[in-house]
């Protein structure tokens, strides 16, 4: 470096301090600007350039409740509801409140009818000296037509003050809100006021009960089983209480967002996580399901005989994550239970599975992370993106996890790109990706035939019964929810991919010899119908696939644990070397006769039901697709039927007579046991009643199906002009919204404005 050079450096640190102050007050502000353009400013210094340089004597707003930290409990009092907050001025001069109101609106119904808000003494606006305080009154009156039967929402609070903001700086007062929260009570107390919460966390006693058996080195294993068998009869007849309370004709217009039996509280403050969950018209079927299949499962697990702690244990924590899933409100938390679900199967499979476990469990466990990545991709730009609102208890956050606020965003209007490509796009993709591996969908779906196979008899009913279903469950609540117009955008390829889904699947399951892979690959090609329900976008459409989902849980819960009966009896599911079972156990040939015809579709039977819905709601569409949808149909009855006759018709095979596994029952096919029967027994009579009368389904999923129809697939004018009148409370209410939001952009651009 030359002498000259040095010199000018020199000369260029030696400047005057008041030289350096001035041309920092000139960049800073620039630097600033700079970054409050692109979005990169630091917090704290945004707020202080946002705050007047002379405020002078100004109110600061406060808001207190009573305990601080939580939502505002309104009491009964009479027939209505009634709490308070404090509004406080801890500034030197006065606060000017100009607006007390209840965070709602007739195009976004964030609560229920009858909410108002209101300072002590009537008025919605006031003037407090400093230091003064003034109470706000939160009244919930129970009106005609009131169905929610628990409340939460915000108070919003507008004045002209300055307000702390972050690390203490004083800003210009944003909005400030105030949480509320009323529970008028399902009739059981605590247990209904938490039933989704005992739901999930009752399979957990099981979990601690396991471990102190270890610790104290208790012996009698067996008593495990009946421990799990009676956790999990528990939670199917608190699932029948929640079937019976649950509100058929509750919407979105009845508040809540449409959820019923909420809990909701900040789980993790300085992520903006909250403990979120409820059910809908969209979740309540898996949740009953769920309860069910778990029942059955732990049935069928007494065919498990070694290191019986461990088993049960990771039964109880399994069943735990899947009820989680389905009622988790919080991406946050919906994606903690999904991945809860992941080590218990991985160990279900890989210690007390068939002889290639160790493989399938392998596979099963990368296929479902990978999945997991794509989603938690999604969840975090979410996040990122969410912008303003406020968590439960009214702390106002520019981060949120929670679905019904982030459904209020509209994505698409922000225009957001991910390497050049439209987000929406994008983010729809990764979160497709992560549940169709799940349904499984072809080609994710490798993992499947193995893990089936080599799964025991429970945890293959569990596999089929519910853990396919949170695949179209979630592209239901989060892609359909969020990102309407990325779904309309993707919709024929996700018709495509069910087709695809219901031919393939077929074509292998009448090629395959062992009886356990063909049901496996019979549920690829029975997925395949959701899939393309879902890619019709049409109210039949989405109320099929529902169905769709629970019949098919039903009908493969009866087949995976029918087979694992003949497998228990002689280690072996080769349907070649079966034949002429019908003379040696009649009454187990009627059952898996009965279940293929379910399979296949047989009209009365509830498998029928799916398919039909499904054809008729895509039909409108996607004809060609449709009519090749309808060939998998006849290639579901073709490998039923072939493999019924294979194993059960024609004469018996005598070398069965010598078989070591038979000796103990004088060679010949022991009967289906009472245990087993008991087992199948309670899916085989809802295949049937549903078969004859499905109405008890319908009018659980049919609002629900109605409502992410809206979110998608916007009815235009003439389509609500001449929709039939809805009978129910709200139903008025129902079709106004409906034309209110036709005008608004397919971003939900308008809704964003009540945020």
Not at 138 to 156: D, I, K, M, N, S
Not at 310 to 322: C, D, P, W
Not at 484 to 498: D, R, S
Not at 700 to 717: F, S, T
Request: glycine share 10%; charged share 15%.
């Amino acid at each position: 470096m030359s002498k000259l050079s040095l010199a000018s450096m020199r000369r260029r640190f030696t400047l005057s301090r008041s030289a350096r102050s001035t041309s920092m007050k000139l960049l800073i502000p620039l630097l600033v600007a700079l970054s409050v353009v692109l979005g990169a400013a630091p917090p704290a210094l945004a707020q202080t350039l946002d705050a007047p340089r002379a405020l002078g004597p100004r109110g600061q707003i406060a808001l207190r409740a009573e305990p601080p930290g939580a939502p505002v409990e309104l009491a009964a009092s009479g027939p209505d509801h009634v709490g308070s907050f404090t509004i406080e001025n801890r500034g030197d001069g006065p606060l000017k409140v100009t607006r007390v109101i209840v965070r709602t609106s007739p195009e976004d119904p964030r609560v229920p009818p009858g909410v108002s808000a209101e300072l002590e003494g009537g008025g919605t606006s006031a003037t407090l000296a400093p230091g003064d305080s003034r109470k706000v009154v939160v009244r919930w009156r129970r009106t005609a037509g009131v169905r929610a039967r628990e409340l939460y929402g915000h108070v919003v609070v507008e004045s002209d003050a300055v307000a702390a903001g972050a690390a203490g700086v004083l800003e210009v007062a944003r909005t400030l809100a105030m949480g509320i929260h009323a529970e008028r009570g399902t009739g059981l107390g605590f247990v209904g006021d938490h039933i989704l919460s005992i739901l999930t966390f009752l399979p957990l006693l099981g979990v601690v009960a396991v471990f102190l058996a270890h610790l104290l080195r208790y012996q009698d294993d067996r008593k495990l089983r009946l421990m799990t068998v009676v956790l999990m009869g528990v939670n199917l007849v608190l699932a029948a209480w929640l079937y019976a309370q649950f509100d058929r004709g509750f919407t979105r217009v009845d508040g809540n967002d449409g959820y019923q039996f909420i809990e909701h509280g900040v789980w993790i403050r300085s992520l903006s996580v909250e403990y979120f969950v409820g059910v809908d018209g969209v979740s309540i079927s898996m949740v009953l399901l769920t309860a069910l299949i778990a029942f059955v499962g732990a049935l069928a697990s007494y065919s498990v005989h070694d290191q019986l702690k461990g088993y049960f244990a990771m039964y109880n924590l399994l069943v735990t994550g899947m009820f989680g899933v389905f009622i988790a409100l919080d991406l946050f938390l919906f994606f903690v239970f999904w991945e809860v679900m992941l080590l218990p199967m991985y160990f279900l499979i890989g210690i007390w599975g068939g002889p290639r476990r160790e493989y399938a469990a392998i596979k099963f466990f990368l296929y479902t992370l990978a999945g997991s990545v794509f989603m938690l991709l999604a969840f975090i730009w979410f996040y990122l993106n969410a912008g303003h609102t406020y968590l439960v208890d009214g702390q106002a956050t520019e981060r949120i996890f929670s679905i019904p606020e982030l459904s209020r965003v509209a994505w698409t209007a922000q225009g957001l790109t991910i390497l050049g490509v439209a987000a929406v796009k994008v983010v729809w993709i990764w979160l497709f990706i992560g549940f169709a591996i799940k349904i499984p969908m072809f080609p994710f779906h490798t993992w499947l035939p193995d893990a089936h196979v080599e799964a025991p008899t429970a945890i293959s009913v569990i596999l089929a019964g519910v853990l396919l279903k949170m695949g179209t469950y979630g592209i239901l609540r989060i892609n359909f929810t969020l990102l309407p117009e990325a779904t309309q955008w993707a919709a024929p390829a996700m018709a495509a991919f069910g087709v695809v889904n219901i031919l393939y699947g077929a074509f292998c399951a009448m090629a395959q010899s062992d009886l356990k892979k063909l049901v496996a690959y019979s549920s690829v090609s029975h997925m395949g119908f959701t899939l393309l329900a879902l890619g019709a976008m049409t109210p039949q459409g989405i109320e099929a696939c529902l169905v769709q989902m629970f019949n098919h849980g039903l009908i493969t819960g009866m087949l995976f644990t029918l087979v694992g009966v003949v497998y228990d009896r002689v280690h072996t599911r080769d349907i070649d070397r079966f034949g002429g079972l019908a003379s040696e156990m009649p009454l187990y040939t009627a059952l898996v006769g009965f279940a293929f015809m379910a399979s296949l579709g047989l009209p009365g039977l509830s498998g029928f039901w799916g398919e039909a819905m499904t054809f008729i709601g895509a039909f409108a569409r996607y004809r060609a697709l449709t009519i090749l949808a309808a060939i998998g149909v006849i290639l579901t009855a073709a490998y039923h039927l072939w493999a019924l006759q294979r194993m059960f018709l024609g004469s018996f095979r005598a070398s069965w007579r010598q078989s070591k596994y038979l000796e103990p029952f004088g060679g010949k096919f022991p009967e289906i046991s009472g245990r087993e029967l008991a087992s199948i027994a309670p899916l085989a009579a809802l295949v049937l009643v549903l078969g004859f009368w499905p109405r008890p389904l319908l009018s659980l999923i049919d609002r629900g199906a109605l409502e992410v129809h809206r979110l998608v697939d916007r009815p235009g004018q003439s389509q609500i002009a001449g929709a039939p009148s809805v009978d129910s409370a709200g139903g008025a209410a129902y079709a106004v919204v409906g034309a209110a939001e036709e005008g608004a952009s397919q971003g939900q651009g308008a809704l964003a404005s009540a945020r």
